[in-house]
Structure formats: C-alpha cells, structure tokens
C-alpha cells in the first residue's frame, strides 16, 4: 500500500466511514458487498468508493501529507476539482450539504447526517485530526 492510500485508510477510520462532504458511507475494498449491505447497484456504489482528497489541490501546491488528505467519495471528489478554481472544503462541504439537504447531489442516501465529519470542530472549520 502507497503512502496516500495508507492516509485515507487512516482517514477513512477517523471519519468512521463517512465522505468529508456528503456524509456517506464509503467503501475502500469490496464494491459488491457494500452495494448488497445498503441495498444499491454495483454503479451506484462506485459513486461511494473511498478516494484520497487533497484539501489544497496538488494544483495549488497541496502535499501528500495527513494535515492535506482527507477521505471523500469518488463522486464528492472529482466534482469539486471539475471547476476551474476548486472551492475551499468549507464552502464545498457546505454546497454539497445543501444540495443532500434539497434531496439532490449523488442521488444516494444511505444514513445522510448534516452533522460535520469526524475530527473537524464544528460546521465552520475545516481540521482534521493529525
């Protein structure tokens, strides 16, 4: 296993198993088994495949490093970095969580929680813990 999938396995505990932005549950190893236990396709569970996501896009000069990686979805994670400036993680965080809230994004609602990921303080900072 490389250095960046070491961090969002890490990661992927800390968050108890939730995407950063959406709060879903995500899968790291085993797409089918995940897709029967909630009840979803097989396409629809790739949406939720565990993904490393740089807060500071490798773009913008962000690392490989714990402080820069935080566990999302695949489909939180391609659609931020899809605009020309990606959103910072607080406003992204926050637009992904409105439009759950409006019953759009993915689609997908598999024990939906507004509440902030794990190790972030509170729903206007974004840290994870180190």
Same mark, same amino acid.
């Given at each position: 296993?490389?250095?960046?999938?070491?961090?969002? #396995?890490?990661? $992927?505990?800390?968050?108890?198993?939730?995407?950063?932005?959406?709060?879903?549950?995500?899968? @790291?190893?085993?797409? @089918?088994? !995940? =897709? &029967?236990?909630?009840?979803?396709?097989?396409?629809?569970?790739? !949406? +939720?495949? =565990?993904?490393? #996501?740089?807060?500071?896009?490798?773009? #913008?000069?962000?690392?490989? &490093?714990? =402080?820069?990686?935080?566990?999302?979805?695949?489909?939180?994670?391609?659609?931020?970095?899809?605009? *020309?400036?990606?959103?910072?993680?607080? +406003?992204?965080?926050?637009?992904?969580?409105?439009?759950?809230?409006?019953? *759009?994004?993915?689609? $997908? &609602?598999?024990?939906?929680? =507004?509440?902030?990921? @794990?190790?972030?303080?509170?729903? #206007?900072?974004?840290?994870?813990?180190?």
């Amino acid at each position: 296993m490389n250095k960046i999938a070491k961090i969002r #396995e890490n990661r $992927l505990i800390q968050q108890k198993g939730r995407c950063c932005y959406c709060q879903q549950p995500m899968w @790291a190893n085993n797409p @089918a088994k !995940f =897709a &029967r236990k909630h009840r979803i396709s097989g396409k629809q569970a790739r !949406f +939720l495949q =565990a993904t490393a #996501e740089h807060l500071t896009p490798r773009s #913008e000069g962000g690392k490989d &490093r714990k =402080a820069n990686i935080a566990a999302a979805c695949w489909f939180c994670n391609t659609r931020r970095h899809r605009a *020309k400036q990606a959103l910072s993680p607080d +406003l992204y965080r926050r637009k992904v969580q409105k439009r759950m809230a409006g019953g *759009k994004w993915h689609g $997908l &609602r598999l024990g939906y929680s =507004a509440s902030p990921p @794990a190790g972030g303080r509170g729903s #206007e900072t974004w840290e994870l813990a180190p």
